[in-house]
């Protein structure tokens, strides 16, 4: 695939894995499945895809040297500076214009830097399958949709259309739709119409500029400005300008839901958003008693509970369900079923002051 580039998104701030999670350490840098950080498996993966020389990744300035810690093979050219984190489009939208003048008719593999895949031969088959596709329909933009395995009230959805072409397992898509109450996660898993939206996609790089053009032109306008000064003395100030007037917008809000020509591609390769510590409970390996322990535990009377400590001794008695994270200045313990709340802590932090802690 000498005409692909992969984008590694790795700019974000993972809050919902406090107090491991932090702001000059998020979750992307964390090993919450054996040695390998989530960044590490996720550009390492793709070595059976690409050459390393085609494997770029974007990110904030404080977050460099901790990539550059943990992919030292990278090349330093590949690294795209993001000024501030906007979400997705902004983020793919600045890649694009790297990505073009490196080549300028890539066909661009991206991806966020935090999931997991414990496929990956299978995975390797699906990027190249769409690959494929954008390269006989380069106006096409491809993303993965993941088979669901249950009625999951925490992804996004994508609604499958009609049969794209003679592909097997690529389909129009009809629609996104948001995180889903229980009830709507039931009617979409019973339907058999509805695939997990990985956040992975395939794109021809003029296509998704185009697309940027016509769907989001507040942003074309300071794509325009800062591609005028790509590579020349310019670039960071007319960048972190520009950038500083962005509001935050997801890819699929900005572009995917207006565009027509818009391709899911069914996949199944062992995927995971690993979106909270009660995704980590679930994905992980457990004892005789339902328990995930790393590091050094005592228990008596605990089942089905997630227990994490670094350098202390652990000692627990008599719960269940439970996620339990111990750092060097932080305690978590929430039931199991609320770790999607441990956001919360991080924000009523950061409201009162407590900066330290994050």
């Not at 003048?101 to 414990?118: F, Q, S």
């Not at 299978?122 to 596709?133: N, T």
């Not at 992804?155 to 389909?171: E, H, L, V, W």
């Not at 994270?325 to 932080?330: G, K």
């Amino acid at each position: 695939m000498e005409d692909t580039k992969v984008l590694v998104m790795a700019g974000g701030a993972g809050t919902r894995f406090w107090p491991k999670s932090r702001r000059l350490f998020p979750k992307q840098f964390l090993s919450l499945f054996g040695d390998q950080s989530m960044l590490q498996m996720t550009a390492n993966r793709f070595l059976k895809c690409v050459d390393a020389d085609d494997v770029m990744v974007v990110s904030t300035d404080f977050q460099t040297p901790l990539i550059r810690e943990q992919l030292p093979w990278i090349n330093q050219e590949n690294l795209i500076r993001e000024p501030v984190g906007r979400n997705t489009a902004p983020c793919i939208a600045l890649s694009a214009l790297h990505i073009r003048k490196k080549n300028p008719n890539a066909i661009m593999v991206v991806t966020p830097a935090d999931h997991l895949i414990t496929e990956t031969d299978r995975f390797s088959e699906i990027i190249a399958k769409g690959v494929k596709i954008v390269r006989e329909n380069p106006l096409s933009l491809v993303t993965l949709g993941i088979e669901p395995r249950y009625p999951a009230t925490s992804y996004g959805y994508i609604q499958k259309g009609d049969t794209f072409n003679s592909t097997g397992g690529a389909y129009h898509v009809r629609t996104f739709a948001e995180k889903p109450d229980r009830e709507t996660a039931d009617k979409f898993y019973e339907t058999k119409e509805f695939l997990w939206n990985s956040g992975i996609f395939i794109w021809n790089v003029n296509t998704i500029l185009d697309a940027f053009e016509e769907f989001m032109p507040d942003l074309w306008q300071a794509l325009e400005r800062i591609n005028a000064n790509l590579g020349n003395p310019q670039e960071e100030k007319v960048t972190n300008e520009e950038y500083s007037k962005l509001l935050g917008q997801s890819i699929d809000y900005g572009v995917l839901e207006h565009a027509s020509q818009v391709v899911v591609l069914e996949a199944d390769f062992g995927w995971s958003d690993v979106g909270s510590w009660e995704e980590v409970y679930n994905i992980s390996d457990k004892d005789e008693n339902g328990n995930v322990v790393k590091g050094e535990a005592v228990l008596k009377d605990v089942s089905n509970t997630l227990i994490e400590s670094t350098g202390r001794q652990v000692s627990v008695i008599g719960v269940k369900d439970l996620i339990i994270v111990d750092s060097d200045d932080a305690l978590l313990i929430c039931n199991r079923e609320r770790s999607q709340d441990v956001k919360w802590v991080t924000e009523h932090l950061r409201q009162n002051g407590s900066e330290k802690y994050l």
